[in-house]
C-alpha cells in the first residue's frame, strides 16, 4: 500500500519542531508499524536526509521502549504498543500521522524520542522494597493470598512506557505511579514501607511537572497492558491513609 | 476539589428537594421559605443558620474554583506543546468539566441576583414571597434558558465530579465501579430533572 | 605454538591450554564455600574508596550494580537503553528454575546440577554449574523478598511448572512475564542504590571501548547517545553485563539494540572469547513474513505440550492446510522420534524443521515454516480448555499473523535465541584480563553448548546477586591501591583516539549502502552456513566472504549526519563493524569443532540415525580464543573440561 506520513521532526531540544511529509510506497500489510517506519528510514538514509529517530528496542511489545502517537492514539488505533501495530490496521491511501509523546515532564530528545527518565525517578523515590541482596527470608515464610498475588502481577505489568501520559488531557503520571504503589503495596514484604513508598512517590511525580488527575480515564484506554482505572483510586486511598497515619504521628 | 464537591453536591440535593416543594403550592413553598429562615430557632437567632449555610457553601464555591484553577495552570503547564492532530476523548462530561464549572460559576451569580437579592429579578421581587418571585423568573424566556442551560451543566457536571470524587477519596475499586457509576448516573439525572421540572411546571401553567 | 589452522582461510594457532585457577578442589558440594571463605575479604570501610564499573543492567547488571552498592562499593552503571527498566531480559517469558523442591518430586540441587550439565551436552563446567544449582534456591527467596509476583496456588504458596523436557516441576514463573518482573526487582533494587547515590547511573550511554592500564581493566570509554559526546569512566574493576551476540545473525529474538560491543571491544582488549558457535536456536518461533522483517518473536515452547508439527508429504504442496487430508500430511516429529514425539529437545526440534523446509516441504510464504496445529487437542480437550491453557500466546500470534490458530493451524519457525557462548571467565567469572567481570550471557561459564529452558534467568542473577558480588572482593582486596588513570594516559590517549577515529570513519565513507543492508547480509549469510546445521564447506565459504563483506562495509557504507548528535545510524554501523569481525571467529570456532555437540550441529558428525555425535576424546573442552587482529589469526586456548560426577552420555530421543 502507499501511505502518506505526516512526521514530527525535531532536531533537538533546543530547537522548536514542525511535521514534515513524506509518501511510503510498497509498505506490506504484514509490516509492523515500526517497520513501515524502518522502510522509510532507509529511503531516507539514501537520499541523503536524515533518518526519524525514534525509540524501539524488543518489538515484542514488553520493554516499554516505543512511544508513538499515531492519529492522535498513544500507540495508535489498537490496544497494543507500537511494535505490535500492523499496518492492517491502515488502508491504502491513507495519511498517518506520528508525533511523539507530548508531556513537559518528557522532554523531546529528538523527532520522536523522548526523554521519560522522570519514571525512573518515580521509582527511585520509593518504588522498591528495601530487602538487600542475602537477608531474604525462605520465600515460603510468608504465603500470599492468590487474590494479592494476582492483584500484584496485574499491576507489575506495567511496562513504563508513559503511553498513561501522552493519552492523558492532563499530562499526568497517575496510572504509571499507582500501577507500583499498588502492586508492591498489596504485598505483605511491601507493607513495613507502605506509607512511605506512596507519599515519596506521588511527591516526586508532583515534582516532576505531571499534570493533575482529573479521572478522564484516557489513561487506562491506552494503556497497553491494561491497567484498570480504579489503581488510581486505590493509590488515592492508599495516600490518604499515610497522610491521616502521619498527622497522627 | 472532591471534598469542597461534595458538600456542594449535598447542598445541591437539599435544594432540589425544597424547590420541588413549589408544586403543593405557594403557601408551602412560601411556608418553607421562611422555614430555612427560622431553621435552628430559638437556639439560633433569625437567619443564623442560613446564613451559616452561606458561609459554608461560599467556603466550598471559593476552594473548589481555587482548585480547579490550580488543576488547571497544572494541567496545561505539564502539556506545553499541543497535539497536531486532535482527537475528540473522552465522554462530554468529562471534557466539559472546566467550562462546565465556569458556566455554573456565572450562573450562581445570576441566580443569587436574581433570587435573593432580587438585584436583577425581572417584575417587582418580594422578599419573603419566594414563590411568585419563581414565577416571576420562570416567565421569562432567557429566565427559562439561562436556568435550563445551568441545570443541563450541573447534571454533566456532577456526573462526572460524583464518580471522580469517589476515586480521589479513594472509595472506588473495580467492585464498586459500576454501582458508583450508575449512582453519579442517577443522581446527575434526578437533580437535573427536578431542578428543569419547575421552569417547565411555570412554562405550561402547572404552577402560576 | 604450532599452526594447525587451513591457511585458505583465517587461519589460528593453538597456544598454551588455559585452566580455570579459583575453583578449589575437593567435593563438588563444598567448592563455593570453600571459594568464599578463601577469598580475601575488603574492610566494609573501605569499599566506599573502590569504584566499579557495570555495563549493562539485565537479570544480571542489574542485580551486580544493585548488590555492590549494598555492600558500599560506588558503582558506575551504564545503559545504552533509555531506562535500566528495558534491558532485554524483560522478555525472558517462560520461567526460573530452582532446586526447590516444593512439589517433592525428587528434585535436589544435585538433580538440577545434573540435567545442566547433561542439557548442556557435556561442555560446562561442573564446578560452576553445581554452584549454579546451590545458589537458585536462594534467588527464589531474595526475588520474593522484592516483591516479585510469582504465580502462587490458592493456599497462598509459590506455584511451578515443569519445563524444558525435564521430570521435575522446579520452575517458578510470572505468567509468560517472568522475565520482566524479575528484571523489575533488579531494577527497583537498583533504583533503590540510584536514590541513595551509591550507584551512579548512566542511561543511554554506550560502551564502546575498554581501558586497559598496566594490563588491567581501569575504565572504559563510553558515549553519550544524546550528545554524541565521548567520555572516559574510570574504576578499580569492570563488570560486562552487556548480554548476548544474537543479533549477528540479524534476525533473532533479541532486541533490536541488543549488541556484541563491550564483549567484543573488551575482545579485542585481551579478554579470551570462548566458544562462539555454542548459540541456540528456539524451535517456536513466528516464521518471517518479508525482506522487512526486523526481528523474531518467540512463542512459549509450551506450545509443543499440544501442538502437533507437520508439513506435507509432498514438495511444493502450497494448498491450504485444511484441504491437506490427513494422509498426505507428514508429522515428521512423531515418525522419526516416536517416544518423546513434539516434545523433543529444542536443538533437534529446530534441525528437523529446517531439514523439511529444505526439502521443499515447508508452509507459508517462501516456505520457511512448519504447521503448529492444535485441531486435535481441540477436539480432544475441547476448545475452552485450550484457550485457558493458551489464550495469551495464540492472541499474541493472531495480533502478529493476523490469523486465527483456532482455526488455521499456527506456522512457526526456529529462530537464534540465546548464545551460550561469551567471554571466557575463570570461576570467579573473571576474564583473562585482570579486573575485568563478566556475568550472565556475556560469559560463557555455565550452559555448556546448549542452555535448558528456565536456566538464563537463574544464571543471569545467580551471577548478579550472589557470585560476583563474593568474588570480586578477592580482587579487589589483592588489588587495594590502584593508581589514578587519567585521560592523558597514554594507554587512554590510543583507546580514545581509536575510538574517534572509527566513528569519524564510519561517517566520512558517504557511500551508498545503509547500516542495515550490511547487517541483513552478514546475518542472512551466518544463518545460512553458521545456523542450525553447519558443514565445512559452509563455514569455509562464510569465513571466506566476511572478510569481503567487511571491505565492502569500509567502503561503501554511508551514515547520515554527525557525531555530535543523537545518530540512530550511526549507533547501528558501529555496533555492525564488531559483527563483522565476531561472525568470523564464531564461523572459525565452528570449523574448528569438528563434532556436533548441543546447538552446535556439524553434518560430518552425526549418528547413522541423524542424530549429534559428540567427540569426547577430541573435543571434550572450552574454546578460548585470543584476539589475534582483524582477519588475523587467533589464538586458540583449550580448558579441558574433566567429568567427575556427571558422565558423558550420548542423547537419544528415538
Known amino acids: 500500500m502507499r501511505l502518506t506520513l505526516r512526521v514530527w521532526r525535531q532536531r533537538n531540544a533546543d530547537t522548536p519542531g514542525a511535521m514534515s511529509t513524506y509518501d511510503v510506497d510498497g509498505i506490506s500489510a504484514d509490516m509492523s508499524f515500526l517497520e513501515m517506519l524502518d522502510t522509510l528510514n532507509e529511503d531516507l538514509i539514501l537520499r541523503g536526509e536524515d533518518p526519524v529517530a525514534f525509540d524501539h528496542d524488543c518489538r515484542e511489545g514488553i520493554c516499554g521502549a516505543c512511544s508513538l502517537v499515531i492519529n492522535g492514539d498513544a500507540h495508535g488505533p489498537e490496544r497494543t504498543t507500537t511494535c505490535q501495530l500492523h499496518m492492517r490496521s491502515f488502508h491504502d491511501g491513507d495519511t498517518i500521522d506520528v508525533e511523539p509523546w507530548r508531556a513537559s515532564a518528557f522532554p523531546v530528545v529528538k523527532d520522536l524520542v523522548v526523554d521519560r527518565s522522570a519514571f525512573d525517578r518515580v521509582i527511585q523515590a520509593g518504588g522498591y522494597i528495601t530487602a538487600p541482596t542475602g537477608a531474604a527470608p525462605e520465600a515460603h515464610a510468608s504465603p500470599v493470598p492468590k487474590a494479592d498475588a494476582d492483584s500484584a502481577f496485574e499491576h507489575a505489568e506495567c511496562i513504563g512506557c508513559g503511553a498513561c501520559v501522552a493519552a492523558c488531557p492532563n499530562g499526568s503520571a497517575m496510572l504509571f505511579t499507582s500501577a507500583k504503589v499498588n502492586h508492591l503495596n498489596v504485598l505483605p514484604q511491601g507493607s513495613p514501607e507502605r506509607e512511605t513508598r506512596v507519599l515519596d512517590m506521588v511527591a516526586q511525580m508532583d515534582a516532576e511537572g505531571f499534570g493533575g488527575c482529573t479521572l478522564t480515564g484516557e489513561c487506562a484506554t491506552a494503556c497497553p497492558k491494561g491497567i484498570p482505572l480504579p489503581s488510581i483510586s486505590a493509590m488515592n486511598k492508599e495516600w490518604l491513609r499515610a497522610r491521616r497515619k502521619a498527622a497522627r504521628g | ?208 | 605454538m604450532n599452526s594447525t589452522g587451513p591457511t585458505e582461510y583465517a587461519a589460528y594457532t593453538t597456544g598454551d591450554p588455559l585452566a580455570d585457577t579459583k575453583a578449589p578442589a575437593g567435593p563438588v558440594a563444598e567448592r563455593w564455600d570453600t571459594r568464599r571463605f578463601e577469598a580475601k575479604l575488603v574492610n566494609p570501610a573501605n569499599r566506599r574508596k573502590h569504584r566499579i564499573i557495570v555495563v549493562g543492567t539485565g537479570l544480571a547488571g542489574g542485580s551486580a550494580g544493585a548488590t555492590l552498592a549494598e555492600q558500599g562499593y560506588h558503582v558506575v552503571q551504564f545503559c545504552f537503553q533509555d531506562s535500566p527498566r528495558r534491558a532485554h531480559s524483560i522478555a525472558a517469558q517462560g520461567g526460573i528454575n530452582a532446586a526447590k523442591n516444593y512439589r517433592n518430586d525428587g528434585d535436589s540441587i544435585h538433580r538440577l546440577f545434573y540435567d545442566t550439565v547433561k542439557g548442556g551436552d557435556f561442555r560446562a563446567r561442573e564446578s560452576n554449574v553445581h554452584r549454579l544449582a546451590q545458589i537458585s534456591v536462594e534467588i527464589i527467596d531474595q526475588c520474593v523478598a522484592q516483591g516479585v509476583p510469582f504465580a502462587r496456588e490458592y493456599g497462598g504458596l509459590l506455584d511451578t511448572r515443569s519445563f524444558g523436557g525435564v521430570q521435575v516441576s522446579r520452575t517458578f514463573y510470572a505468567r509468560g512475564q517472568t522475565g520482566q518482573q524479575l528484571l523489575l526487582g533488579a531494577y527497583q533494587a537498583l533504583s533503590r542504590q540510584i536514590a541513595a547515590g551509591n550507584v551512579e547511573m548512566h542511561a543511554r550511554t554506550e560502551m564502546l571501548d575498554l581501558v586497559v592500564v598496566d594490563g588491567r581493566a581501569r575504565g572504559i570509554v563510553a558515549r553519550d547517545l544524546i550528545t554524541g559526546e565521548i567520555s572516559t569512566h574510570y574504576a578499580d574493576a569492570v563488570v560486562l553485563a552487556s548480554g548476548g551476540y544474537g543479533n549477528v545473525f540479524y534476525l533473532s529474538t533479541n532486541a533490536m539494540n541488543s549488541n556484541a560491543t563491550a564483549v567484543w571491544r573488551a575482545h579485542r582488549r585481551g579478554a579470551y572469547f570462548a566458544n562462539p558457535c555454542f548459540t541456540q536456536i528456539h524451535p517456536t518461533c513466528i516464521p518471517r513474513t518479508g525482506d522487512h522483517q526486523s526481528k523474531l518473536t518467540l512463542m512459549s515452547e509450551s506450545l509443543r505440550n499440544d501442538g502437533r508439527i507437520w508439513v506435507p508429504k509432498a514438495e511444493g504442496d502450497t494448498r491450504p492446510a485444511a484441504e491437506i487430508p490427513e494422509d498426505e500430511r507428514d508429522y515428521y516429529l512423531e515418525r522419526i522420534y516416536p517416544s518423546f514425539g513434539n516434545l523433543v529437545p529444542r536443538d533437534i526440534a529446530s534441525r528437523a524443521a529446517k531439514n523439511v523446509c529444505d526439502e521443499g516441504r515447508g508452509v507459508g510464504p517462501g516456505g520457511q515454516g512448519v504447521y503448529l496445529d492444535f485441531a486435535d487437542a481441540i477436539r480432544r480437550m475441547g476448545r475452552r480448555a485450550v484457550e485457558e491453557r493458551y489464550g495469551n500466546l495464540f492472541d499474541m500470534y493472531e495480533r502478529i499473523t493476523a490469523e486465527n490458530p483456532y482455526e488455521v493451524p499456527m506456522r512457526i519457525y526456529p529462530a537464534v535465541h540465546y548464545t551460550m557462548g561469551g567471554l571466557w571467565v575463570d570461576y570467579d567469572l573473571q576474564t583473562t584480563v585482570p579486573g575485568l567481570f563478566a556475568v550472565g550471557e556475556a560469559n560463557f561459564s555455565d550452559h555448556g553448548a546448549n542452555r535448558l529452558g528456565a536456566s538464563a534467568l537463574m544464571q543471569g542473577l545467580a551471577d548478579g546477586y550472589f557470585v560476583l558480588p563474593a568474588t570480586i572482593n578477592d580482587y579487589l582486596a589483592r588489588h587495594p591501591h590502584a593508581q589514578p588513570v587519567t585521560d592523558e594516559h597514554p594507554a587512554v590517549r590510543e583507546v580514545l583516539a581509536e575510538t574517534e577515529d572509527r566513528l569519524n570513519l564510519l561517517l566520512a565513507v558517504d557511500g551508498d549502502r545503509t547500516p542495515d543492508s550490511f547487517h541483513r547480509e552478514l546475518g542472512e549469510l551466518m544463518w545460512e552456513y553458521c545456523g542450525m546445521a553447519r558443514t565445512e564447506a559452509g563455514l569455509r565459504t562464510a569465513l571466506a566472504r566476511i572478510p569481503e563483506i567487511r571491505r565492502e562495509f569500509w567502503s561503501r557504507i554511508k551514515v547520515p549526519g554527525t557525531g555530535e548528535e543523537f545518530n540512530q545510524s550511526l549507533e547501528k554501523a558501529n555496533r555492525i563493524v564488531d559483527y563483522l569481525e565476531l561472525a568470523e571467529l564464531m564461523c572459525l570456532d565452528a570449523l574448528h569443532r569438528a563434532e556436533s555437540c548441543g546447538g552446535h550441529f556439524r553434518e560430518e558428525s552425526q549418528t547413522p540415525d541423524g542424530e549429534a555425535a559428540r567427540r569426547d576424546e577430541e573435543f571434550s573442552y572450552a574454546a578460548a580464543w585470543e584476539f589475534g587482529g582483524t582477519g588475523g589469526s587467533p589464538v586458540l586456548h583449550k580448558e579441558d573440561l574433566a567429568f567427575e560426577y556427571v558422565h558423558p552420555t550420548q542423547r537419544s530421543y528415538a
Open chain 2, 1 to 208: 476539589m472532591a471534598v469542597s464537591g461534595l458538600l456542594m453536591l449535598g447542598y445541591l440535593v437539599a435544594h432540589v428537594a425544597g424547590n420541588l416543594k413549589v408544586f403543593f403550592g405557594p403557601e408551602e413553598f412560601n411556608a418553607y421559605g421562611h422555614w430555612l429562615r427560622v431553621m435552628g430557632a430559638p437556639v439560633l437567632h433569625h437567619a443564623w443558620a442560613l446564613w451559616l449555610v452561606r458561609i459554608v457553601l461560599l467556603a466550598a464555591v471559593v476552594a473548589h474554583a481555587v482548585c480547579a484553577y490550580q488543576l488547571s495552570r497544572r494541567d496545561v503547564r505539564a502539556r506545553p506543546t499541543a497535539y497536531v492532530h486532535r482527537r475528540r476523548r473522552a465522554s462530554y462530561a468529562t471534557r466539559t468539566m472546566r467550562w462546565g464549572g465556569i458556566i455554573l460559576a456565572l450562573f450562581i451569580v445570576w441566580h443569587i441576583l436574581d433570587l435573593t437579592t432580587g438585584t436583577v429579578h425581572p417584575g417587582g421581587f418580594e422578599e419573603g414571597k419566594p414563590y411568585q418571585n419563581v414565577v416571576d423568573t420562570f416567565s421569562t424566556w432567557y429566565g427559562n434558558v439561562i436556568y435550563i442551560v445551568a441545570m443541563l451543566a450541573v447534571g454533566l457536571h456532577v456526573r462526572h465530579g460524583f464518580w471522580s470524587a469517589a476515586q480521589t477519596l479513594g472509595v472506588g475499586n473495580a467492585r464498586r465501579e459500576r454501582l458508583l457509576r450508575a449512582a453519579a448516573n442517577t443522581l446527575a439525572l434526578v437533580l437535573t430533572a427536578g431542578f428543569v421540572s419547575v421552569p417547565v411546571a411555570v412554562m405550561t401553567g402547572v404552577v402560576s
